[in-house]
């Protein structure tokens, strides 16, 4: 049997139109399981009290359902393994681990500013680099940020901020040139706000939402989307909505 050209036209559109979409389909399939792999994008904050104070709930908000931001932060927790609360050694660390994060932002050393709490800062390096690197080595792929903590306006207790100043913050930017990591300087952020310090050391609710603004705008573009600059391996499964 022949069929005259208009006839075989049309099954060969026909055709084609079956094939596109089958291939449209499959596409949408796809492109559905990769919006639900990059969604939400796991965000570690990591610290001290100041961290366990409140800020990254105020950076849940900022960032909004794209994200899910969890709370790690030890009161009293240092970076140095020898103190009387070093971070390694809590439970939360193990949990943040567990979180499989996306980006972790570690802000640590207002406590390894207090002699009373930890005792010399001479492993301060060697020890926040294996903090560091046991979030490297979950995948590679985490976008890792390390804070250099507010100011200790506080002159009545243990907390030194000289100490803080010309021991601490000096090692956590060698700390970031040696390992090629960003830091947030939240201690210039906050260097003019001692009111919103309640006690000299921690950030009241003004404090946190200043502490989570910096935050925020260090790990996102402009249009909300994480910043994986500084990731080892780019890590682009993020699609803008």
């Given at each position: 049997?022949?069929?005259?050209k208009?006839?075989?036209?049309?099954?060969?559109?026909?055709?084609?139109?079956?094939?596109?979409?089958?291939?449209?389909?499959?596409?949408?399939v796809l492109?559905?399981?990769?919006?639900?792999?990059?969604?939400?994008?796991?965000?570690?904050?990591?610290?001290?009290?100041?961290?366990?104070?409140?800020?990254?709930?105020?950076?849940?908000?900022?960032?909004?359902y794209?994200?899910q931001?969890?709370n790690?932060?030890?009161?009293?927790a240092?970076?140095?393994?020898?103190s009387?609360?070093?971070?390694?050694?809590?439970?939360?660390?193990?949990?943040?681990?567990?979180?499989?994060?996306?980006?972790?932002?570690?802000?640590?050393?207002?406590?390894?500013?207090?002699?009373?709490?930890a005792?010399?800062?001479?492993?301060?390096?060697?020890?926040?680099?294996?903090?560091?690197?046991?979030?490297?080595?979950?995948?590679?792929k985490?976008?890792?940020?390390?804070?250099?903590?507010?100011?200790?306006?506080?002159?009545?207790s243990?907390?030194?901020?000289?100490y803080?100043?010309?021991?601490?913050l000096?090692?956590?930017?060698?700390?970031?040139?040696?390992?090629?990591?960003?830091?947030?300087?939240?201690?210039?952020?906050?260097?003019?706000?001692?009111?919103?310090?309640?006690?000299?050391?921690?950030?009241?609710?003004?404090?946190?939402?200043?502490?989570?603004?910096?935050?925020?705008?260090?790990?996102?573009?402009?249009?909300?989307?994480?910043?994986?600059?500084?990731?080892?391996?780019?890590?682009?499964?993020?699609?803008?909505?």
């Amino acid at each position: 049997m022949h069929l005259d050209k208009d006839t075989r036209r049309k099954k060969t559109l026909h055709a084609f139109g079956l094939i596109a979409l089958i291939v449209l389909s499959s596409l949408a399939v796809l492109n559905f399981g990769y919006v639900a792999k990059a969604q939400p994008i796991r965000v570690a904050c990591v610290g001290d009290s100041i961290t366990f104070g409140g800020y990254p709930n105020v950076l849940q908000e900022m960032l909004g359902y794209g994200y899910q931001v969890r709370n790690f932060g030890v009161c009293g927790a240092t970076v140095s393994n020898t103190s009387k609360i070093p971070y390694m050694d809590q439970p939360e660390f193990k949990k943040a681990l567990e979180f499989d994060p996306d980006i972790i932002v570690i802000m640590l050393g207002t406590n390894d500013a207090n002699p009373e709490i930890a005792y010399s800062t001479e492993s301060f390096e060697a020890d926040y680099a294996q903090l560091i690197s046991a979030f490297q080595a979950l995948s590679g792929k985490e976008a890792i940020w390390i804070v250099k903590s507010p100011p200790i306006f506080a002159t009545d207790s243990a907390y030194n901020n000289t100490y803080l100043s010309e021991s601490v913050l000096p090692k956590i930017n060698n700390l970031s040139y040696s390992l090629n990591l960003p830091v947030i300087d939240i201690n210039s952020a906050c260097a003019e706000y001692e009111e919103y310090f309640c006690d000299g050391v921690h950030p009241s609710s003004e404090g946190a939402a200043l502490i989570a603004s910096n935050v925020y705008d260090a790990i996102t573009f402009p249009d909300g989307s994480p910043d994986y600059t500084y990731t080892e391996s780019a890590y682009y499964d993020y699609q803008s909505p």
